[in-house]
């Protein structure tokens, strides 16, 4: 059974980092797409950046600069960098990938940026 598990959440203060990652286990071919995406309280889900197989990278405009999306092919595992965090940016995060020809999601980590 496929499955994607992020961990690397936490709490950190207004201006510090994170580093999330995104493993997916089980039996997988081919780690394709993968993306990160956030859910703040009371607010849509919303996409943070996107990474394609060959390593491009995509990201909305508010993170550009400040979060950097990668991934380790060899691991199977996606990582999410975030640098200079704001309060704003306190959400859960998720992890979606596509694994062989379908879209899995992993079960979320929760940031908080707080002092």
């Known amino acids: 059974q496929v499955q994607l598990v992020e961990s690397g959440g936490g709490l950190v203060q207004p201006g510090g980092s994170l580093r999330l990652s995104c493993a997916a286990s089980?039996?997988?071919?081919?780690?394709?797409?993968a993306a990160w995406y956030r859910q703040a309280p009371g607010k849509q889900r919303e996409l943070v950046a996107r990474i394609s197989r060959t390593g491009f990278t995509d990201y909305v405009d508010s993170m550009k600069g400040r979060f950097t999306i990668s991934r380790d092919n060899a691991k199977n595992t996606v990582y999410l960098q975030m640098n200079s965090l704001k309060p704003e940016d306190t959400a859960v995060y998720y992890c979606s990938a596509i694994i062989d020809t379908r879209n899995y999601w992993g079960q979320g980590t929760q940031v908080t940026v707080s002092s």
């Open positions: 089980g039996s997988i071919l081919t780690l394709n797409a």
